[in-house]
């Protein structure tokens, strides 16, 4: 079978395609023929750090070999997070982790699911602890925010407040179910976030940049809010800390990833997740955003595509027709 | 009856003591005569910032005077918290946030337990979250500190470890139930603490310090270490913060002051504190550790020895024989 790997650690130019035998599930696990996986920024890093890695982290397929117990029978359509090797004709995933795709759903939508949305559910619900009042979630074009705005609005009573550098990104979340959008070229975002919440500040931040929009952020957290740390793409260092403003305000920041949790978290946390929403998923109210779709053998310029953030939305690779 | 307050915002020798009518209960409150009352410091900080206060947020005294329903009856022997003027001859409290005083306890061991009981109570469990692993409290022999060593050790299997300045504040930590006690003159304590948890870090630290103290508690937390600050005696600015450590630690770190919560927060903590740790005060196995008892009219000497850091556990004021 196919599957994606790296020469050395490296830029996207180091991505090959080499011939490898299918892998065998383990007891508890699926063998899953792989009809479509979806990048994450989570393989860039490993394609850039790892020897010799196995990248992707997500696919949709068929269930061709059980090992074990399962609730799952060859042959079901099913999405979800694999631990490595994604990027594949054949890929094993634990059983507890598997979701079954909503009829509606192809197997390139399905496969733009797990990762994202996941993500947006732990960080939304788990550990944003959002139920009513405001949320900020920043890059709200990306495949997270695309995810958190749609579990929220369904979800949730909260205002929804979304930032995003084009007017067109900032339609794509309005479309979505952002009460407001904010253009950060334009705006000082703490400032308008304060006056949409009459001075009180957003009880969530989903906050994907870190250090470029850290004073922003702590003006625009309310007194008791949770600020969710989940990515630095706007720097890792911070000059000047106020712990007190942290203290006075009560912030609790919260630092998380998806991908090096227990296979026991993401086992429980596809569980919630998959019974909360499949079906809205199934009657179409929550949708992937799709960008685009490559084929697997243009895995190169698909990560290119998602390094230069031109993408609104996942970008999904097609693997073969199952 | 006597009460204090300031001339004007500012050092200890702006605090006077004044006459004042009775204060009324109003529904929902009880009236209690104050036979003893303890010092903290947030009284310290109303004292130097706010512009005639009265002081003191914790008693224990007698019910005078019910208005409303109430689980107390006059004569009661009552401790809790008041929003204000506990150092003073009566005080007004919620009912909903009065404590049974234990038969075993005298008012002025009463006036020591509610705010340092139910800061620790609230910062170990409701925001650390502790059950097994392992703590870290730093000012071990603070009021905050003696309390939280008890209650970890009573009612959780974490081991406890400490800091604290000098040999004879670790005795005494040590007697309370600490497992490792770190004198932070000579010993770098997250390396000692790596020691002790095998390399894993603590799960919970409990931070007053801040600033001097922030790489060093980044270096000791574990992995989904919940990192409580509830106070910046090291300093309130960091200099530099690496928010990648936070993101791939998960590290969950909360700001909390006690004090200026709702008082429906303070209702439901004081409840669940009493309900689980009311038997071991009366029993003895959980007690409040008194540094000094000044009389009410020596407050200022009082506040001048808590700006020194003479104490080991609480500063209580003893203000009548009731």
């Given at each position: 079978m196919r599957i994606v790997t790296t020469k050395?650690?490296?830029?996207?130019?180091?991505l090959q395609i080499v011939e490898q035998d299918v892998p065998k599930p383990s007891v508890g696990e699926l063998l899953i023929e792989v009809a479509a996986a979806a990048v994450n920024r989570t393989d860039i890093i490993t394609r850039q750090t790892r020897v010799n890695p196995y990248l992707g982290v997500e696919v949709a397929g068929i269930v061709r070999e059980i090992n074990g117990d399962s609730s799952f029978k060859i042959g079901d359509r099913v999405m979800g997070l694999v631990n490595q090797g994604g990027y594949s004709e054949y890929a094993v995933m634990p059983s507890d982790r598997a979701m079954l795709i909503p009829d509606n759903l192809s197997f390139t939508d399905a496969a733009a699911i797990p990762e994202v949305f996941l993500t947006a559910y732990q960080t939304l619900y788990w550990l944003g602890e959002l139920q009513t009042g405001s949320v900020v979630i920043h890059a709200g074009a990306s495949g997270v925010g695309t995810a958190a705005i749609q579990l929220a609005k369904q979800l949730t009573d909260a205002k929804i407040i979304v930032t995003a550098g084009s007017a067109q990104k900032l339609a794509l979340c309005q479309r979505l179910g952002a009460d407001v959008g904010i253009n950060y070229h334009d705006t000082d975002f703490s400032e308008r976030i304060l006056q949409e919440t009459n001075g009180q500040g957003v009880d969530v931040i989903l906050d994907f940049i870190g250090a470029s929009y850290w004073q922003q952020n702590l003006k625009s957290i309310a007194v008791d809010g949770r600020w969710v740390l989940i990515g630095i793409l706007g720097g890792r260092i911070v000059e000047q800390v106020d712990l007190f403003a942290l203290l006075e305000k009560r912030v609790q920041l919260k630092g998380t990833l998806l991908t090096p949790r227990a296979d026991s978290y993401k086992a429980a946390l596809t569980k919630e997740f998959y019974t909360n929403v499949a079906p809205y998923l199934a009657n179409g109210t929550i949708y992937p955003v799709v960008d685009t779709i490559f084929d697997l053998a243009d895995v190169q310029t698909a990560h290119e595509y998602m390094e230069a953030n031109k993408n609104s939305g996942k970008i999904v690779l097609r693997v073969k027709e199952v």
């Open positions: 050395q650690p490296g830029e996207s130019e180091q």
